[in-house]
């Protein structure tokens, strides 16, 4: 079955750095695209930017280039999320998805909670 | 960046009856590159179409997506209960990729 699992919750304070990760099975990791999304509360569905995890070339929305980083590690199928700053509005659900464009599986959701 | 506007934004049905939504691009989709989410609260993302209109793996007949260019609908032909839930549609033809705003369907 191939699956995508995520890092569990995080309670951060602003400033504060993160790294959240998300571990491919039952495929070759190297093979697909992975693809981040954010969701804010009672919001809908933000891409963020994807990674090949086969040469780590990235690309970033607009929206969120500069803010975070996208990087993988394929010696263990996975890919990470990181913020080098976080603020109060970085709140929210994040997702990682298998795929370059159409997406399939989704994880299960790192939810990250900034708050002083 | 491509701008994709969902309509309607509630949906309220009976099971049985046709809903029908719709996602209208701000400028031409390539290659039909478009995709359909169903999300039921608290739960990720579902691929149901990509391509437009090639449904994925698992999903019933009764999803089917249509449409080219900057306009594109999805079908649900019999809606079960089941069918409540947020539907997101997604342009991944130009980067960055784009999600709709999503429509909510609630099957009563």
């Known amino acids: 079955e191939v699956q995508l699992v995520q890092s569990g919750a995080e309670v951060k304070k602003p400033g504060e750095s993160l790294r959240i990760s998300c571990k491919g099975s039952g495929y070759t990791f190297t093979n697909n695209w992975i693809s981040w999304v954010r969701q804010m509360p009672g919001k809908g569905l933000e891409w963020m930017g994807r990674?090949?995890?086969?040469?780590?070339?990235?690309d970033y929305s607009p929206s969120f280039q500069g803010h975070v980083s996208i990087s993988a590690d394929k010696s263990i199928s996975t890919a990470y999320l990181q913020w080098g700053s976080l603020k109060a509005s970085d709140t929210a659900l994040y997702y990682c998805a298998r795929g370059h464009g159409w997406t399939d599986p989704w994880g299960q959701g790192t939810l990250v909670t900034v708050s002083s | 960046e491509i701008v994709l506007t969902q309509s309607p934004g509630t949906l309220s049905l009976s099971p049985g009856e046709r809903a029908t939504l719709s996602c209208r691009a701000s400028q031409s989709v390539s290659s039909s590159y478009l995709a359909w989410y169903q999300q039921k609260p608290g739960q990720a993302p579902r691929l149901l179409i990509y391509g437009a209109s090639s449904r994925a793996t698992g999903i019933p007949d009764r999803f089917s997506g249509s449409g080219s260019g900057t306009d594109f609908t999805l079908t649900i032909s019999r809606p079960e209960p089941e069918d409540s839930a947020v539907y997101y549609c997604?342009?991944?033809?130009?980067?960055?990729?784009?999600f709709g705003g999503g429509t909510k369907v609630e099957i009563k």
């Open positions: 990674i090949d995890p086969s040469d780590s070339n990235t």
């Open positions: 997604q342009q991944y033809g130009s980067s960055p990729v784009t």
